[in-house]
Structure formats: structure tokens, C-alpha cells
């Protein structure tokens, strides 16, 4: 147990060491301040021709442009781009080694491959956890700083549904959970990928192959592609707005969650096959 946890350290302190790893925080910083601040010039133009249609049939009271918004909006531009930002650092975590030939000094240690693998695969989750904390930081409490508190006007597939202050805190807390437990499939999907391939490149862009494909497969509504949307991990990985419906489809939530926990032990599974019988030297 202590060998596999000084492997983990190595293997996480390696992963946060390196240059790429930087780009995903310095990213999702400069884009969360750029619509704040876009958002706290101009959000009051933007936001008083949806509430002026509004007004025509409620009356619409309080403070609308808050941080609960903010945040909302930031999170769904932002977790489009997160898959990216995660397999940029986790998609070459086995194969950049591999390209290198570091792989073999690795593997010169007595820990098993099954170990190693999984180090990689916790350090690749931990990189992932912490461009969420930094997401949080900036959507949720800098959001909170800049623009308040208040009531959210979300608007979901159910409509337009107002969700009070006093009832948001726990759905922003399972929300950036199912955020991680999402982006979770994508750096565990990047990290199988590694195993598989000798490139340090190629599994990076097979992820983002892979998930432009699932999304435009569930982008149309049609009979054959309604069967296996189901069962594509990125219809699940928007689940988390669901959270900001009223009342709250528990049903459909914890069967995305449940989606997303098979892949992730499936991408892990086949990670720890495959490794165990990669051929290092050729």
C-alpha cells in the first residue's frame, strides 16, 4: 500500500508539474472573468429583453443579474469545453511515457502494471477535481462577489423555472459532483486511450473524435438514434440541470449518474487489460 501511494504521488505531482496542465486553469480563469465582465456592462441590456417579454404575463420583482445566474450561465458554456481542457493533460499520461521511452523505468519498479495504471488514472482524476474547484471558485463565489445573491431564472427543458436563494446551495454542491462524476468518463475514456495507443497525440484527438460523434448522434431526433442515445455517456453529461428543474427528476438523475459509473468501470477495466499486456519493448 505504501509503494502505490508513493507511485501516486509521483504520478500526481508529475501531472500538475507539467506546462499543458497550466493552460486548462489559466483558461477557464480568463473566460469566467471575461463574461463577468461582459455580463456586469452589458448584462442588464441583455437580461431586460428577456424579462420585458416576461413582464407581459408575471411580474417580475428583485434582483435578476446575480451570481446565481452568472454561475449558471458560465457553467453551460464552460462544461462544453471541459472535455477538451481534461484529455489535453490526461489523454497522454500512459502514451506520452510510452513515446519516450520513460514507460520502461517505470515499469522497472516492483508495483504491478495494474498499480500503475491506476496511479495514473487517480493523478489523471485529481487534475480533473481541481479544474472544477477552479471553476467553482470563479463561477460561483467570484460571481457571488461581482453580481450578489438572489433568486435563479433558469430555463431548462421544462421551461422557465425560478429556483429561491434559499434553496440552491445543495443543488450547486450535487451539481459540480455530477460535473466531476461526468468529466470523470472523459479523463478515465482519455486514460484507456493512453494504454491502448503509442502516441502521445492521438488519444487526445480520438477523445474529441469520440465526443462530436456522440453529440451530433444525439443531436438528431431520429428512431434509430433514439435507441442508443441512452446509453451514450454524453447524453448524460448535462444531467447536472436537471438539478434546476422543478420538481426534480430524480428518476432520470440517478440513471445518468448510474450510465456514467458503467463507463467509467468499463474505460478502467479495459485500461488495466490492455496495459497488462502491452509490449513496452517494441
Request: hydrophobic residues 55%.
Amino acid at each position: 500500500m505504501k509503494e502505490f501511494i508513493a507511485i501516486l504521488k509521483n504520478e500526481i505531482i508529475k501531472t500538475i508539474k507539467r506546462p499543458r496542465s497550466f493552460i486548462g486553469f489559466g483558461i477557464i480563469a480568463f473566460i469566467c472573468l471575461m463574461l463577468q465582465s461582459a455580463f456586469y456592462h452589458d448584462g442588464k441590456e441583455i437580461l431586460s429583453f428577456v424579462t420585458g417579454q416576461l413582464e407581459n404575463v408575471f411580474n417580475v420583482e428583485g434582483k435578476v443579474l446575480n451570481g446565481n445566474l452568472i454561475c449558471f450561465i458560465v457553467l453551460q458554456t464552460l462544461i462544453v469545453q471541459m472535455p477538451l481542457l481534461v484529455a489535453l493533460v490526461t489523454g497522454d499520461l500512459v502514451s506520452g511515457e510510452t513515446a519516450n521511452g520513460t514507460i520502461r523505468f517505470l515499469l522497472t519498479r516492483p508495483a504491478s502494471r495494474t498499480k500503475i495504471v491506476l496511479a495514473k488514472w487517480i493523478a489523471g482524476l485529481f487534475y480533473t477535481l481541481l479544474l472544477l474547484i477552479v471553476l467553482g471558485f470563479f463561477a460561483l463565489f467570484v460571481s457571488h462577489w461581482i453580481f450578489g445573491d438572489g433568486d435563479l431564472m433558469a430555463l431548462n427543458s421544462e421551461g422557465l423555472t425560478i429556483i429561491s436563494a434559499d434553496d440552491i446551495v445543495w443543488r450547486w454542491g450535487y451539481a459540480f459532483l455530477i460535473a466531476f462524476l461526468s468529466l470523470s468518463v472523459v479523463a478515465t475514456l482519455a486514460n484507456m486511450l493512453s494504454c491502448i495507443m503509442d502516441n502521445s497525440i492521438t488519444p487526445i484527438v480520438s477523445v474529441m473524435a469520440i465526443i462530436i460523434v456522440f453529440t451530433i448522434i444525439g443531436m438528431f431526433d431520429l428512431p434509430s438514434f433514439d435507441i442508443i442515445k441512452p446509453f451514450l455517456f454524453t447524453t448524460h453529461m448535462i444531467s447536472w440541470k436537471s438539478l434546476f428543474e422543478d420538481p426534480i427528476p430524480f428518476h432520470d438523475i440517478w440513471f445518468s449518474i448510474v450510465v456514467l459509473i458503467i463507463h467509467i468501470v468499463l474505460f478502467i477495466s479495459i485500461s488495466i487489460f490492455y496495459f497488462n499486456r502491452k509490449d513496452i519493448n517494441s
